[in-house]
């Protein structure tokens, strides 16, 4: 397949997912802010676009504007996400009409592919890559407004595979240096650049992600209730948030039950536990007597391969994930259980490291050695240093396109409305 054939199929295979998503439901819950976390759909939607127009109708392209009225309003950085449903925006009709356009446009200039090996916003279709994971990460977004939407269930999806292999305890990563981040990888983002070597103390770590029903150990042994577990910021978020369980986590009985896109159903116990902020991730490793890994030590189990001292593409080795690899893409709207993916593991027997659960790593958002911001400041840049954690390894809502070895995910320590869960590891030895 040609680089312009990619291209032009990626932006096609990526569209298709927006408009499932926006799609489903009616123009009043397009237009409805479901939390005050989220934009309204159709904010996300016009945004898409708009990007879009910017980097591959007007910068690429070399076009004139199709809204140069409208690029205010679809600033992420000038009006907040609480903000955004005051702002003069877009109506339903009127965006899928803006993102219509500008599509085709783009595939137009896609037809005459420049082609400048000099310009490194062209080299490898990279603005291209770069328009299609900004896509299918704000998808991610949508799909998890979708979890926040109250009303009758409008998305639907086959459940995960079960588990095919017996997967537990921990696995022994050796120390030594590996080769961190990328400096080949052609539609990685800045942040992920450039490769560099770093040295990783010998470590252990839990081979799948902590499961719903370990966490409900957790909760049963009153975690919740026992400060020593909790660092003095997570304490006084779990009191002043009044936090109890995992988001979406409701008793019934004396059962756990947690709703999912508006079906509530016993939790699954064997399948990664979902909606945890990083607090509550290092609260359980603390009361498990353990802790969560860092950014280093997540790649390093994620890439390290110890027979060749190469870090692959993603655990399994350089290929693109498969439905065999990973739990992506929205094919599954949960986790699947631990086990289901053994084609995935990593050489030292790490399972389900991509897909299924964003993973809470103990590191805060810092660029790496060497680092250059590209294309814009905005994207990374502005982030480093703030209040954020790390999140290493997409969830069952993130895009193949959007997910490898290398990629990194932040957010604010209390946030739990994304698709996130952990696992973790220890200096000394399995618990």
């Not at 599509?103 to 490898?124: C, F, N, Q, T």
Request: with cysteine.
């Amino acid at each position: 397949m040609s680089l312009r054939e990619r291209v032009a199929a990626e932006l096609e295979r990526t569209r298709r997912r927006s408009e499932i998503l926006t799609d489903a439901v009616d123009d009043a819950d397009l237009v409805r802010q479901h939390s005050p976390l989220m934009s309204p759909l159709v904010w996300d939607l016009a945004h898409i676009g708009n990007q879009e127009e910017l980097w591959l109708v007007r910068d690429v392209g070399g076009r004139e504007p199709v809204r140069q009225d409208i690029d205010h309003l679809y600033d992420a950085f000038k009006h907040a996400r609480r903000d955004r449903p005051q702002l003069p925006l877009l109506g339903p009709a009127e965006a899928r009409a803006y993102v219509s356009t500008v599509r085709d446009k783009v595939l137009d200039v896609v037809d005459r592919l420049p082609s400048d090996p000099a310009r490194p916003l062209l080299r490898d279709g990279f603005a291209f890559g770069m328009i299609v994971q900004h896509e299918q990460q704000h998808d991610e977004t949508m799909l998890a407004t979708h979890q926040l939407r109250a009303g009758s269930p409008v998305l639907a999806a086959d459940p995960p595979p079960s588990a095919v292999v017996a997967v537990g305890g921990e696995v022994h990563v050796p120390a030594g240096p590996f080769d961190m981040g990328t400096s080949t990888e052609p539609w990685a983002l800045d942040n992920e650049r450039p490769a560099h070597r770093v040295d990783v103390p010998a470590f252990w770590i839990d081979a799948a992600p902590v499961t719903n029903a370990q966490y409900a150990a957790f909760i049963d042994a009153g975690g919740y209730d026992r400060p020593r577990f909790w660092s003095a910021a997570g304490w006084e978020h779990r009191v002043s948030a009044g936090l109890e369980a995992p988001l979406h986590w409701t008793r019934d009985g004396g059962d756990w039950h947690a709703t999912t896109f508006g079906r509530t159903a016993p939790i699954v116990p064997d399948a990664p536990v979902v909606h945890v902020c990083f607090h509550e991730a290092a609260a359980y490793a603390a009361w498990a007597g353990r802790r969560l890994p860092t950014e280093a030590e997540w790649e390093k189990a994620a890439r390290f391969d110890p027979a060749t001292g190469r870090s692959r593409r993603f655990p399994w080795g350089d290929d693109d994930p498969t439905p065999r690899h990973a739990n992506l893409g929205q094919r599954h709207l949960r986790p699947a259980p631990v086990g289901a993916y053994p084609d995935g593991a990593s050489p030292l027997g790490v399972h389900q490291l991509i897909g299924d659960v964003w993973e809470w790593v103990d590191s805060d958002f810092l660029p790496y050695p060497g680092f250059s911001a590209f294309p814009y400041r905005e994207y990374s840049e502005v982030f480093f240093g703030g209040d954020y954690k790390m999140l290493r390894g997409g969830s069952f809502g993130t895009d193949r396109a959007a997910c490898r070895g290398t990629f990194r995910n932040w957010d604010h320590p209390i946030r739990r409305q994304i698709f996130s869960g952990f696992r973790t590891a220890s200096s000394s030895g399995p618990a």
